[in-house]
């Protein structure tokens, strides 16, 4: 076995045959989608492979006698995942098959409608049915902080065009930031021990707090008021909105 090159260019990743008896540096397991157990009644929305954090989900509210219902969206019963799993849940767990996207649409509609307080909706799967959900659950009244949400992949269209400067205000050090260049990959060549896992805007893992500037967000992993905030950004897509980020750094 070997561990290939990584794809984003990462310095740090070198093409080296692994050995029985080698020590890996790993990190501890870290929960981007939690599930909160105060929950009055909690909403499951999945589509297609979308379904395998919220299965874990079902299970553990079904075995603490919580409300829950389980709505999943594939092509076809041959598209189905996880039978074996799903089964066993019954009338809570409802098919929703071959629809198009409009009446997939219909009937986010029609189970977001009932929103009141301590409900919570999870949504996993392609990322224009996440953005479908969300959308259609805040014009039915579900505050942000109750829709959560899981992307597999970062789908949105990356523009590393941008040519700016990011200050690290504790280094008292000032980076260019050219087209092609991620603050990411400057900030680890100018000795900053950056931590980073998908690489993607997808998983938070190379957060950091911004103390001037406007960031250009380019992740799917804040939400829109973490967003509006501009107190933070990934620096493995995000760039400047402007000519100049202060981090805290």
């Known amino acids: 076995m070997k561990l290939e090159p990584d794809s984003r260019g990462g310095s740090e990743h070198m093409h080296k045959a692994l050995q029985e008896g080698d ?12 599930l909160r157990r105060d929950a009055a009644r909690t909403l499951l929305i999945a589509g297609g492979i979308g379904l395998t954090p919220l299965v874990a989900m079902a299970q553990t509210l079904a075995r603490q006698g919580l409300a829950w219902e389980f709505h999943y969206f594939a092509h076809s019963e041959a598209h189905v995942a996880f039978r074996e799993l799903l089964d066993p849940h019954g009338g809570r767990v409802s098919k929703h098959l071959g629809l198009t996207p409009d009446e997939t649409a219909a009937e986010l509609t029609r189970l977001t409608e009932q929103y009141a307080p301590a409900h919570h909706l999870y949504v996993c ?27 597999f992949k970062n789908e949105s269209a990356q523009d590393d065009s941008s040519d700016f400067e990011v200050v690290l205000a504790r280094r008292k050090q000032t980076l260019r930031i050219g087209p092609g260049s991620s603050i990411l990959e400057s900030l680890r060549d100018a000795g900053v021990d950056m931590p980073s896992s998908c690489e ?50």
């Open 23 to 34: 020590t890996l540096a790993i990190s501890q397991p870290h929960n981007n989608f939690p």
């Open 125 to 151: 799967g392609p990322g224009p049915m996440i953005e479908a959900t969300r959308s259609i659950a805040a014009e039915a009244g579900w505050p942000e902080s109750a829709v959560h949400f899981e992307y």
């Open 200 to 249: 993607q805007g997808v998983c938070g893992t190379c957060i950091v707090t911004v103390l001037e500037g406007t960031p250009d967000h380019q992740d799917v992993y804040f939400s829109d008021s973490e967003r509006e905030a501009g107190d933070r950004m990934l620096t493995c897509v995000s760039r400047a909105a402007g000519k100049r980020l202060v981090l805290d750094l």
